[in-house]
Structures are given as structure tokens and as C-alpha cells.
């Protein structure tokens, strides 16, 4: 018979069968099996009836005992409402009816008979792997016939459901029998799937992309490489798998990637490479551009990413100064709105690891902002961090700075909380409470959050203006050890330096060095330091106008003492000042 007469019989004998039901008689559909009854019912012409019409006149047609004499079509109707769909046994014996027979032409019908429906599929995973597998050893048979037509029937309508499991060995095979055009129409049939895919699937297969890219560029094929838009080319070659894919292996199949065309396709470890090898740390209007692609979608998690990609990097970073600055503000703008949230781990991971190449920018108003939403330990944590980077501060900034830190200490003692001024070593709290900006920080502040600050234990951490200031206010001008200690601390270093801005500010203060020694102080204060910090050792040091300044406080001080009429050596066992 011809197809068309085959069709035309088919509906006459389902319309007897559903007349003898509906008058009380099942013509055997209760008695033989289901799969004699539709041989006996229907014989070859079952494979034009419609599942559904067969489960109304034969209700045991929801199992799978008919399966072998089942059109594909019946079969894929079965499938969608059997729950094979969620059954690895099942959907394993669907292809084994599929793979009886003509396997291609049966699994093509299969397909498109699956794909037709209105009704949401929602494949079980296992399910899903299953079908593909089983697919593709069918099909893959075929790939070195395709033609471009095939290629989109395949991947773009009938695999459509099953490429979230195509895996990169499938892949691989595939793309081996395409050309550029047919491989594009595989990349986006799969970029259609990318979010319906694991992480790790889509991770597998961005290198087989690659693969073929590459492989087809030592032939001598650009496929479109020097003809699309970056933009566009970056689409039809990688889709979204493009954001597994390494920013040098772009550059190296596709030159103009030193541009900043294909910025807002890229991935924002992409856009770290393209920041690094691009100058645009060296450009206020490139980086400008790299923050506005930063800030579309999610700009937190964009910023993080940035940041964990740009400080993975094992080439020294130098960030021009302005540039820096802007990174800061637009990053700080971003993560402050974030910071009510942060964990300490999260201060410990944005100030110590990704904000460390551009703390050196931090303002005074985003350390206010940053530390009104710390407690004292993860205060403590950002002040290890910008003192990691004091170094690299101009002076300016280091100053302003040292306020903010005085303010939050003075602010959390007020409230009652000592931040550890109560437990740790003076030299210990210092280093924590403020680092390396405690020498911006004056000598009575730090005796009013911490009035273990009379003592000498955090001399060697003093500035020496504080040295200064605690030699004034600590008694040392009237203790030869007290004023050694002094020296000691001032022989470390640059000693001539260190000399030079104690006694400016010793001799700043209302209270003169001199007028509270005595003899033997002033002997000591002369000639401690005997190699490199008394006066007299760094005299040619000095200019004449510095000289001739610190003659007449000395020769003044000797009159003094003279006319009191003190007998120093009695008092102190020493030669006369005036020897």
C-alpha cells in the first residue's frame, strides 16, 4: 500500500474499536496481552494510531509490554507519559526499542516526536546522561554525512533537551567533522544550554573550543577572526563558554584582543589578563572603562573576582598613583555598601589580600566609613594591613590617617572597650592600635587611651618627637638611666636624624632640655652618645647657623650653674662643668 492509504485505513479501525467499547465490548483488550491485542486490533497499522487514542480504548497501554510494537513516535509518547523521563530503567529500555531496527532514522523520529510537545520536560540528570550516551553512539556513526542542515536539526531542535550532558569527548568528536560555519552552529547551541550544564561540564568543554580554534588556525583558517567584531567573534567562537577561556589564549588566536572592543564579553578574570598586559594600569581612561564593566550585573562579586584574578598575578605590579586613586574610589564605592555584612574573614580576605595594591589611595573618610563597621579585632586587622603599605603612602596621607585610628581608639575607650590596652604589652598595643602611624600620633593622646604610656617599655616604637615628649613629661631629665634609655633608643637608626627632631622637639616645648639637668645630666646628654649621637660627633654635620644656635644654650646653662654657686663635683663626685 502507499503511506497515504496506509494513514487512511488506520483511523476506520480505531473508530470500530472505540465504537465496541462504547457499546460494552472490549474486543479483547481485557483478555490477551497488549501486545497480541494490538496486533490482532490494529496489526501493522498501530504505527499511525496515536498513543493517546490507544491508552483510551486499552488502559494497560501505561506500561511498556508493547514497547517492541510501538511506532517511534508511540514510543517517544510513551516516554513523556510513563515517567521514563525519571527512570534510568525505563528510558534504557526505550532505546532499546529505539535501537532495534534503522537506530538513526528511529532515534530521528524519536526526537522530533519528543520536542514537539507543549508540556515542560524536566529530565532526571542520570536520565538525561543516559540519553545522550546513547544518542550519540547512534548518531556520531553518521557525523562524516552530515550536512549543514543536519548539524542545526540536531543541535540546535532535536538534542536540545539532552546537551547539558554532552560531554567534551562528545564534543570532540563532533567538531572534528565540522567546518567553521557548522562548528559555530554547535557553540551556540550549547551556549543556549550553558546554565541548564554544571560548573565542571562547562569548565570541561571551553578547551575542546579552544582546541578546534587553535587546530583551525595553524591550518590557516581564521574562522572569522579577522572579519566578525571582536564582539561578535568571541560570540559565535566560545559563546558563554568564553569566560573559561585563558585571556593569552584569546590574544593568541585573535590579535586585536589588546583592544578593549570585546570588553563587557569578557569574564572579570579576562578583564584582570586584559587590565595587566593592556596599560590600562598606567591609564585613567582605560581603567575608567575596565570599573564600568566591573559595575554591570553583580559589581560586588565582579570586584572580588577582579581583585582574586589581578593579586594571582606573578608580575610586579606598578600602578601609576592616579590610577590607584581611581581604583580605589570605585572600589570602595562598590564593597563599602557591603561592609554592615562582612564576617572578619571577609576584612581579613578584601584588606590584607585584594585591596593591597591600592590601600596606598585609601582617604581618611573611607578609613572612617571602613572602621565604623569593625570591632576591635577586625579594627585591628585593617590597621596591620595599611601599615603593611605605610611605606608606599606620601607623607600627607600617612597623617591623615593617624587621626582616624586616634578617633576610633578614643571613640571605643569612651564606650568602655579598651581594645586591649588593658591586656597587651604597651608595645604590643601599640603596633596593633596603630602600626606604623603611631609617630603621627602625639605622646598625651597616647597616654589618655593608655596610661601605661608613662613608662619606657614601648620606647623603641616611639617616634622621637614622642620620645621627646616622654622625656619631658616622664622624669628622665632628672634619671642619668631614664635619659641613657633615651639615647639608646635614639643611637637606632639614623642616629644624627633622630638627634636632630628630638631636640627640635625638645627645645619647641615650653619646658627647656637644660633648665631641669644637672650637672652630670648635661655631662651625659653631651658626650652619650660617643660615637655617632653627641653633639660634638656630628658638629661637621651640622650647618653653621646650627652651630652657632647651641653654643650660647650651652655657655648659658654653665653660667647658670655658676651663678648658684654649686659645688658639682661635690654633688656628683664629677669634675666642674667648667673643668
Not at 543536519?150 to 568528536?173: C, G, H, N, R
Not at 560555519?181 to 573550543?209: C, K
Request: glycine share 6%.
Amino acid at each position: 500500500m502507499t503511506s497515504l492509504r496506509q494513514q487512511e485505513l488506520a483511523p476506520v479501525l480505531l473508530g470500530y474499536l472505540k465504537q465496541r467499547r462504547a457499546s460494552g465490548s472490549t474486543c479483547g483488550s481485557d483478555t490477551s496481552s497488549l501486545s497480541a491485542w494490538l496486533e490482532e486490533s490494529f496489526g501493522k497499522f498501530s504505527i499511525y494510531v496515536d498513543y493517546k487514542d490507544l491508552r483510551e480504548i486499552n488502559t494497560g497501554f501505561d506500561s511498556f509490554e508493547a514497547l517492541d510494537l510501538l511506532s517511534t513516535s508511540q514510543v517517544a509518547q510513551l516516554t513523556l507519559g510513563s515517567g521514563a523521563l525519571n527512570s534510568a530503567a525505563l528510558i534504557n529500555m526505550v532505546f532499546e526499542r529505539l535501537e532495534n531496527g534503522n537506530s538513526f532514522q528511529n532515534a530521528e523520529e524519536f526526537f522530533v516526536a519528543l520536542t514537539q510537545t507543549s508540556q515542560d520536560l524536566d529530565i532526571n540528570p542520570v536520565v538525561r546522561d543516559i540519553m545522550m550516551n546513547r544518542t550519540f553512539a547512534i548518531i556520531s556513526l553518521h557525523f562524516a554525512d552530515f550536512a549543514t542542515d543536519d548539524w542545526v536539526s540536531w543541535f540546535t531542535v532535536k538534542l536540545t533537551l539532552l546537551l547539558p550532558s554532552l560531554t567534551a569527548e562528545m564534543l570532540q568528536t563532533a567538531t572534528s567533522h565540522t567546518d567553521c560555519g557548522e562548528y559555530h552552529i554547535i557553540v551556540g547551541a550549547l551556549s543556549s544550554v550553558f546554565d541548564h550544564m554544571t560548573s565542571l561540564r562547562q569548565q570541561e568543554l571551553a578547551p575542546v573550543l579552544l582546541g578546534y580554534l587553535k587546530q583551525r588556525r595553524a591550518s590557516g583558517s581564521t574562522c572569522g577572526s579577522d572579519t566578525s567584531s571582536l564582539s561578535a567573534w568571541l560570540e559565535e567562537s566560545f559563546g558563554k563558554f568564553s569566560i573559561y577561556v585563558d585571556y593569552k589564549d584569546l590574544r593568541e588566536i585573535n590579535t586585536g584582543f589588546d583592544s578593549f572592543e570585546a570588553l563587557d564579553l569578557l569574564s572579570t578574570s579576562q578583564v584582570a589578563q586584559l587590565t595587566l598586559g593592556s596599560g590600562a594600569l598606567n591609564s585613567a581612561a582605560l581603567i575608567n572603562m575596565v570599573f564600568e564593566r566591573l559595575e554591570n550585573g553583580n559589581s560586588f562579586q565582579n570586584a572580588e573576582e577582579f581583585f582574586v584574578a589581578l593579586t594571582q598575578t606573578s608580575q610586579d605590579l606598578d600602578i601609576n598613583p592616579v590610577v590607584r586613586d581611581i581604583m580605589m574610589n570605585r572600589t570602595f564605592a562598590i564593597i563599602s555598601l557591603h561592609f554592615a555584612d562582612f564576617a572578619t574573614d571577609d576584612w581579613v580576605s578584601w584588606f590584607t589580600v585584594k585591596l593591597t595594591l591600592l590601600l596606598p589611595s585609601l582617604t581618611a573618610e573611607m578609613l572612617q566609613t571602613a572602621t565604623s563597621h569593625t570591632d576591635c579585632g577586625e579594627y585591628h586587622i585593617i590597621v596591620g594591613a595599611l601599615s603593611s603599605v605605610f611605606d608606599h603612602m606620601t607623607s600627607l596621607r600617612q597623617q591623615e590617617l593617624a587621626p582616624v585610628l586616634l578617633g576610633y581608639l578614643k571613640q571605643r575607650r569612651a564606650s568602655g572597650s579598651t581594645c586591649g590596652s588593658d591586656t597587651s604589652s604597651l608595645s604590643a598595643w601599640l603596633e596593633e592600635s596603630f602600626g606604623k602611624f603611631s609617630i603621627y600620633v602625639d605622646y598625651k593622646d597616647l597616654r589618655e587611651i593608655n596610661t601605661g604610656f608613662d613608662s619606657f617599655e614601648a620606647l623603641d616604637l616611639l617616634s622621637t618627637s614622642q620620645v621627646a615628649q616622654l622625656t619631658l613629661g616622664s622624669g628622665a631629665l632628672n634619671s642619668a638611666a631614664l635619659i641613657n634609655m633615651v639615647f639608646e633608643r635614639l643611637e637606632n637608626g639614623n642616629s644624627f636624624q633622630n638627634a636632630e627632631e628630638f631636640f627640635v622637639a625638645l627645645t619647641q616645648t615650653s619646658q627647656t632640655a637644660t633648665s631641669h639637668t644637672d650637672c652630670g645630666e648635661y655631662h651625659i646628654m653631651y658626650v652619650a652618645l660617643p660615637n655617632v649621637g653627641a653633639l660634638s660627633s656630628v658638629f661637621d654635620h651640622m650647618t653653621s647657623l646650627r652651630q652657632q644656635e647651641l653654643a650660647p644654650v650651652l655657655l648659658g646653662y654653665l653660667k647658670a650653674e655658676t651663678r648658684l654657686g654649686l659645688d658639682l663635683r661635690v654633688r656628683h663626685q664629677q669634675p666642674q662643668c667648667l673643668a
